[in-house]
């Protein structure tokens, strides 16, 4: 295994919109263990997306089983995820590996339905609240190219300088 190297903005390639994964084979689990890897060896550590490692496909691990008294499914590695359902909005606040230096205010849906293939191919469905449901979408943002800060409420009041990170 091994650590990936994190995009960082203002990398352009944080721009880029990933590919959908055709092949479900062994170097496709050995990317998904490096990538959480990755994530587990980085700050906050409960997301991350392909494309943070400039591999641009439609992959992306999640996992907020850390955090307390939240409902989650534990470790999840979604390929080709889509969104199908949104379900209310709420108010949070997000970081992220690739933006070191600040957090930010962001809406998200408080719910969602989500279709994904497992690192075996296999298609699974979902239905996320939460904190966890704000991580899938922060991480399927990734996918296409966007960041948190593209969403941040208002970049003057929403958006805070980190002290220690990293
Ligand atoms: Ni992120």
Known sequence: MALLAVLVVPD??????????????S????????????MRAGPGG?????????RFERIVIVDV????NIKHHGRLVLINPEITQWHGMVQGREGCMSVPDYTGNVIR????QLSAYDEYGQKQSYHCEGYEARAIQHEVDHLNGMLFLDRVVSRRTDLFR???YR
């Open 12 to 25: 352009e390639r944080l721009k880029q919109v990933s590919q959908p994964i055709e092949y479900f084979d």
């Open 27 to 38: 170097s496709l689990r050995d990317f998904i263990q490096d990538l959480e890897q990755t």
């Open 46 to 54: 409960v997301g991350i997306a392909a494309a943070q490692v400039a």
């Open 65 to 68: 089983s850390s955090k307390p």
């Open 109 to 112: 849906a408080q719910s969602i």
């Open 162 to 164: 980190r002290k220690n």
